[in-house]
């Protein structure tokens, strides 16, 4: 069973990969995949700059990906073309990890499941939800961005009723992490009773 977590930005997503990460399932991360192919697939590479210029780039000569996220969010045209670039590569990737499972189920984080419509490629979907003031709170801290900078990143995404109306299984990561790692527990044990059922 492919497990496919969700939620908008900064709601706590990898730290609950981490969580099931700790109790043995196999994880990985939409967000992981498209950082490697940024840094090791030259075709992807020379289009971004073909794209955007030197100006995606850092002192290294690598994608800057702070200021890819920048020039993204401030054109949709440019978001869509970056998001035809790598989705076939994820999604690729994705399957593959699928398929090559051999564990009860595994988790594939992906922040955009119901934005890009990727629902066929897992069999349950698994929200982490937050409010938004959270999510501002925790997204400017973490990536010293303005509030500005993270509601234009919100305004591409779902809403928290838009996203709770469409998924079967929920964590609310509005406590302490001891909460969070108690609901991560609960939602394992209900996955392994659906897998021997």
Not at 56 to 68: A, F, G, P, V
Not at 79 to 105: M, T, V
Not at 115 to 140: C, F, G, M, P
Request: glycine fraction near 4%; charge should be negative; aromatic fraction near 8%.
């Amino acid at each position: 069973m492919i497990v496919g977590l969700t939620g908008g930005i900064a709601s706590g997503k990898t730290t609950v990969q981490q969580m099931f990460t700790k109790l043995g399932i196999p994880t990985i991360s939409a967000d992981a995949i498209s950082k490697n192919l940024l840094e090791t697939n030259p075709n992807i590479y020379q289009a971004i700059v073909a794209k955007f210029g030197n100006s995606c780039l850092t002192q290294n000569n690598e994608i800057d990906r702070k200021e890819l996220r920048r020039k993204i969010f401030n054109s949709t045209s440019d978001r869509i073309w970056l998001e035809n670039l790598l989705h076939p590569f994820i999604k690729q990737k994705i399957q593959e990890f699928g398929n090559n499972n051999e564990a009860d189920y595994c988790i594939v984080e992906i922040p955009l499941l119901y934005e890009v419509n990727w629902t066929d490629s897992v069999d349950r979907a698994l929200i982490v939800d937050t409010t938004e003031d959270l999510q501002l709170q925790r997204a400017t801290a973490r990536d010293n961005a303005d509030a500005a900078e993270i509601k234009k990143i919100l305004s591409t995404q779902l809403t928290r009723e838009q996203r709770l109306q469409q998924a079967a299984d929920f964590i609310y990561n509005d406590g302490d992490l001891q909460h969070l790692e108690q609901q991560v527990f609960n939602m394992h044990q209900k996955y392994l009773s659906f897998c021997k059922a």
